[in-house]
């Protein structure tokens, strides 16, 4: 079984810069989650699907970042201006529907330094 | 609100070593707690869970019991290996949306 794609690896970029990061979930998990994990600290949410629809966006920093899960498959987040502070791992999930006990499968993350 | 207190590394062992990381936690109503692991160059990896108290979660040698009385879920292996080399997360959900909270990390190395 394929698991969670993301790209692209690494970034590099100027703040005040656009970008965006691409992630598709393993096949038939209706559960998509993107997670910050800055260096030295634990993943923190910034969002979760359910399907095509968000559940919790509360520590998504609507002011520059957006994300969108298109027919509750693949999704991508971005992050436009971005800031000095932004540089970070970006880590995909996905779960099952159902998954109430933490059956999260990661994906290799995308790192992202912002110059 | 609800968190995740994770002892702090690095933490460098020989072979055979005993490995104790501890983890406590703070949280409304009755959490699942996990141990996750990232390998260097990898993804995070569910290594082992505990969905309810006095509950152990054991994988790969790796144990941990959840305790309510305490707060705690201490991850636990008698005798690590050079492979064991990696970050370990320690993480609760809330069971309430699924909401997700982790640790901030113990690096583990194991020399030979």
């Known amino acids: 079984e ?7 690896r690494y970034k590099i970029i100027e703040k005040r810069q656009s970008v965006a990061f691409w992630c598709n979930p393993i096949s038939g998990h209706a559960t998509l989650y993107w997670y910050q994990q800055i260096l030295g ?42 800031k000095l502070e932004d540089s970070a791992v970006y880590l995909c999930a996905s779960s099952p529907a159902g998954s109430a006990w933490g059956e999260q499968f990661f994906g290799p993350g995308t790192r992202l330094t912002v110059l | 609100g609800d968190s995740v207190t994770q002892m702090e590394g690095p933490v460098t062992l020989s072979e055979e070593a005993f490995l104790t990381i501890n983890c406590t936690y703070t949280a409304t109503g009755y959490p699942s707690l996990f141990w996750y692991v990232q390998y260097p160059g990898e993804g995070l990896q569910l290594l082992l869970k505990a969905t309810k108290a006095d509950d152990k979660g054991s994988n790969k040698g790796f144990e941990a019991t959840y305790r309510k009385e305490t707060t705690s879920f201490h991850l636990e292996k008698g005798s690590v290996q050079v492979s064991d080399s990696a970050v370990y997360f320690c993480a609760l959900n809330t069971n309430t949306g699924n909401q997700f909270y982790f640790g901030t990390g113990t690096s583990l190395t194991v020399i030979p």
């Open chain 1, 2 to 8: 394929a698991g969670v794609a993301q790209s692209p």
């Open chain 1, 41 to 82: 600290q634990g993943p923190k949410l910034l969002i979760q699907f359910q399907n095509n629809g968000v559940v919790d966006d509360s520590q998504l920093p609507k002011d520059r970042f957006s994300a969108e899960r298109l027919k509750g498959v693949d999704s991508t987040l971005k992050i436009q201006p971005a």
